[in-house]
């Protein structure tokens, strides 16, 4: 929720000025011309009547409705204000506990020029405190404002004040419309026209004081919104207490006359503004052909309106000069046997009361029933192989003309030759088009699919994203086709995916639907995020079932892709999000550090719009990021958004995981989206708008999209952002760990080299380790992995970096260990440097020998001449120690077992000769 700001407040409607001096447009209901539309309404913009208490808010214009709203509250979410009483035959009695508002998408007074607002108001007694009744608050301190409010001191006054109007800058400082009189209904008309003045009526009697008006003022405020009963940005603040019977506002100011008339009627008729500067008549006009393929009887009035394209009006006035705006384009209707395009001037801008109505436009229609599928000599559609290498071109230059038959009005056909002139990709589908003509007339169009080998070679050749989920079957939903980022559900609540997972969706026509119940998102320890730091592309396609704002899981916000947020009160997101109360979908964006507030803070909500729409059709959308450097938003091809980006900026947090359907913060699911969501992909590298448009048209991104932005090598020579390669005067030394070796060395660059073969981009070094090599030199090694550096690139695997370095040599002490009994240990060294040699000479006490000496725990051998040799490595100092064992006793023991000590070859020799020896003694 968007913080309040307290302070006091007034309401305020919203102007948006065009040229000095001139009056507001207001629609007509039905075209001029005839002494009868003289007495024919003028329509206000927005109606609130108040007759309708299951949606009281109700605007009988159909566009603008409000909805209740919640109060502010510090470090919270206020009650709701919604109680007040209905009046009999339509109006509300309400005592600071009402609060209707429009949505921010929604806001009545966006592009319009001079402004009226009409209040039939009762105040009540005693209360004593400033409160808003009807118009637009100014909360935020830039805001003009132009506001109804009550005044604070018991008197009940109805005060009518401007922020951005010299004398008129709120509370006191404003214009007295009513003072005190209590007894009454009063009609309350606010007229205010830029580079005029603001005047106010009581009862038809206009007031004496009126303020200049400047040519540039507005009361437009994105973020405070129309509201009654109290003012509304965000939060609701500043209610009030009085009786309202209608609330009406028209894009245009009164005059005196007009003023007069509608308190007298009740509403205005064109007669009722004779003496102001009015539209008298309007002609459409098209820059081009009025449609975008040729229209036949054969069509619908609906595919007819479907095929229109946009125009403009050129209007006359009833002071002989001439204007332009756009038509908004309504409906095609048949009448007479001919075809009308029919709709109205969007002359909210012009400043000019409208009393052209509608504007119609013949269309030119084809008299003919349909026209069949193209045919094919043979069924052969082309006269050889087409390639997704070749050009347009080429690939027209191989297909075949066709045969389309024609069925006219009568029910006769006849057969129309056609050659296609036309390829239009989507999404790996290639599909040409053809001109149906007859007579000379465009009468169809004629499309056939076509087959084209992906050759995935050469120029054509695939740069593969790193995650990819086409939703092409329930059994491969959550499958990433590229291996690596297979997504699973997420869970309602306490984080808990097996006992309370959340669904993931259902696969219709290869896309998945969601039901505002669903979230499929990524393992908190597989999540993308971790690969894209450098840079990357999001691409999916979007669309919102309807009115979603009483999905299961309802919020005011819905999700339908999101890196998440990492906290209520987030540092790091990355959101895609609708507004969904009041039926919205509007797409917006916001992201850390890079969508502001407009006192320059980040915000988590409220973001910018991607899209006006998405509940109308599937839509492309591509955000890029490249850190250091921008991020942007293409949608339906177009760049809709562009922010700089901070160098570092990234999405890693271990409390959110990238998600569709819904945002995935602690394993939970939140903000659910309800609709259909398809061909996700994300690539470790930025692209640009026509890289972009090239994937939406064939389904992938190859090396001749990226031409000119692809790293073809990548130097191995670093370059040290400043003089010298260690960090500090001590250098490096051989006794080092891998780790300090590391730490020890500065950040070093690498030149990655563009496929223009002249374009450089340095990109960081990472240091592994020191070492020495055969060459009997010290090198400093470090890789640079060329997939994941913000661009897209043909190399594999890393790329290693050497720097030669110097390393010191540092004594190794040798310790003889003191525990050492019953002999000596000596070397012949008490420290050595790595690699040199240390002589051990070993002397046991007379009865022991030697058992066991070790050389930093691992055993020596001993050398010919009795001493031991080692060679020193490793950086640590060397301890030696040896172990001595007492030596074994002689024992001599009589006949022919007794021990002699002799060789094993003596005593073979020698035994028979004993043995006999003693034997002959006995005897």
């Not at 066709?402 to 029910?411: K, Q, R």
């Not at 002249?758 to 240091?767: A, C, K, Q």
């Not at 023991?893 to 020896?917: D, N, R, T, W, Y």
Request: hydrophobic share 40%.
């Amino acid at each position: 929720m968007v913080k309040f700001r307290k302070r006091l407040l007034v309401a305020a409607l919203s102007l948006t000025a065009v040229t000095s001096g001139a009056l507001g447009a207001a629609m007509i209901s039905s075209v001029s011309g005839s002494a009868d539309e003289a007495g024919k309404e003028v329509n206000p913009i927005a109606k609130y009547e108040f007759k309708d208490t299951s949606n009281i808010g109700k605007d009988s214009m159909g566009k603008y409705d409000l909805t209740f709203r919640n109060a502010w509250k510090a470090g919270g979410t206020g009650d709701l204000l919604n109680e007040y009483t209905a009046i009999e035959g339509g109006g509300i009695t309400f005592n600071n506990k009402l609060c209707l508002a429009a949505d921010k998408d929604k806001n009545v007074f966006k592009d319009t020029s001079a402004v009226t607002m009409v209040l039939e108001v009762k105040m009540v007694s005693g209360s004593g405190t400033w409160g808003h009744i009807a118009g637009v608050g100014f909360a935020n301190a830039k805001s003009t404002g132009l506001s109804a409010h009550s005044a604070a001191d018991g008197a009940n006054h109805v005060r009518i004040a401007s922020k951005g109007i010299d004398g008129l800058h709120g509370c006191w400082d404003s214009i007295t419309a009513i003072n005190g009189e209590l007894e009454k209904y009063h009609t309350i008309i606010i007229s205010a026209q830029p580079g005029g003045k603001i005047r106010v009526w009581n009862d038809g009697v206009k007031l004496s004081e009126e303020k200049e008006v400047s040519a540039t003022w507005t009361a437009y405020d994105e973020n405070n919104m129309f509201s009654i009963g109290g003012e509304f940005n965000g939060a609701a603040a500043y209610t009030s207490a009085a009786s309202l019977k209608n609330v009406v506002v028209y894009d245009f100011a009164m005059d005196n006359a007009a003023a007069v008339a509608y308190t007298t009627n009740g509403k205005l008729t064109a007669s009722d503004l004779g003496g102001m500067t009015t539209i008298s008549s309007a002609k459409a006009k098209f820059e081009g052909d009025a449609t975008k393929v040729a229209l036949n009887e054969a069509m619908s009035v609906e595919k007819m309106f479907e095929s229109l394209n946009p125009a403009t009006a050129e209007l006359t006035l009833s002071d002989g000069k001439t204007a332009t705006a756009d038509v908004v384009w309504q409906k095609v209707e048949k009448a007479d046997n001919k075809y009308y395009a029919v709709g109205t001037v969007n002359s909210k801008k012009l400043g000019y009361a409208n009393l052209a109505g509608e504007v119609r436009y013949e269309l030119t229609v084809a008299s003919i029933k349909g026209a069949g599928e193209p045919v094919f000599e043979g069924n052969e559609i082309t006269k050889g192989e087409l390639k997704d290498s070749m050009t347009e071109a080429e690939m027209l230059a191989l297909i075949n003309t066709a045969t389309v038959t024609v069925t006219l009005g009568d029910d006769t056909t006849t057969n129309v030759t056609v050659t296609f002139t036309k390829i239009v990709a989507d999404m790996g589908t290639y599909t040409a088009q053809a001109d149906v003509m007859l007579e000379g007339m465009k009468v169809a169009t004629a499309s056939v699919t076509l087959p084209v080998t992906q050759t995935n070679e050469g120029q054509m050749a695939e740069l593969a994203p790193i995650a990819k989920w086409t939703f092409d079957s329930e059994e491969t939903k959550l499958v990433d086709s590229m291996g690596k980022y297979n997504l699973q559900c997420g869970a309602k609540a306490d984080g808990d995916r097996t006992n309370n997972p959340t669904g993931t969706g259902t696969v219709q026509n290869g896309m998945l639907y969601l039901d505002g119940t669903d979230m499929l998102t990524l393992p908190e320890l597989n999540d993308v995020t971790e690969n894209i730091s450098n840079g990357f592309t999001l691409n999916f396609q979007v669309k919102q079932d309807g009115d979603i704002s009483d999905r299961p899981n309802k919020g005011e916000w819905a999700a339908p892709v999101s890196f998440g947020f990492n906290d209520w009160n987030a540092t790091t997101f990355c959101r895609f999000l609708v507004a969904t109360s009041g039926g919205g979908d509007m797409l917006r964006f916001n992201a850390h550090d890079i969508t502001k507030n407009e006192d320059g803070t980040n915000q988590a909500y409220w973001g910018p719009e991607v899209l006006t729409h998405i509940a109308d059709s599937m839509h492309n959308v591509t955000l890029t990021v490249r850190p250091g450097e921008f991020i942007k938003i293409y949608a339906d091809g177009k760049e809709v958004q562009s922010f700089p980006c901070p160098a570092g900026w990234n999405l890693r947090h271990q409390n959110m995981q990238f998600s569709i359907g819904a945002e995935c913060v602690w394993g939970n699911g939140y903000d659910y989206f309800k609709g259909w969501v398809d061909n996700v992909t994300i690539y470790n590298f930025a692209m640009t708008e026509e890289q972009s448009a090239a994937y939406w048209q064939k389904g992938k991104v190859v090396v001749k999209d990226m031409a000119g932005s692809i790293i073809s090598s990548i130097d191995s020579v670093p370059h040290f952002e400043q003089e010298g390669v260690y960090v500090d005067e001590k250098g490096l030394n051989d006794k080092l760990t891998a780790t300090q070796f590391v730490n020890r060395l500065k950040p070093a660059t690498v030149n990655a080299l563009l496929d223009d073969g002249e374009t450089t981009i340095p990109v960081s070094v990472t240091w592994k380790t020191v070492k020495l090599e055969s060459d009997g030199k010290y090198y400093a090694i470090g890789e640079v992995d060329a997939t994941n550096l913000g661009y897209a690139t043909t190399l594999t695997g890393v790329t290693e970096v050497r720097q030669e370095v110097t390393v010191e040599k540092r004594d190794r002490k040798i310790v003889i260990d003191e525990a050492i009994e019953n002999g000596t240990v000596v070397s012949d060294k008490a420290a050595a440097k790595l690699g040199e040699s240390v002589v051990i000479t070993v002397t046991a006490n007379d009865g022991y020998e030697l058992k066991e000496l070790t050389v930093g725990g691992e055993a020596v051998t001993v050398n010919e001449d009795g001493t031991y040799t080692f060679t020193i490595k490793g950086n640590s100092d060397v301890e030696i120690s040896a172990t001595f064992a007492e030596k074994a006793k002689e024992e001599k023991k009589s006949g022919c077992k007794s021990s002699v000590i002799a060789s094993s070859a003596m005593l073979a020799a020698a035994g028979i000769a004993v043995c006999a020896a003693l034997k002959k003694k006995r005897g």
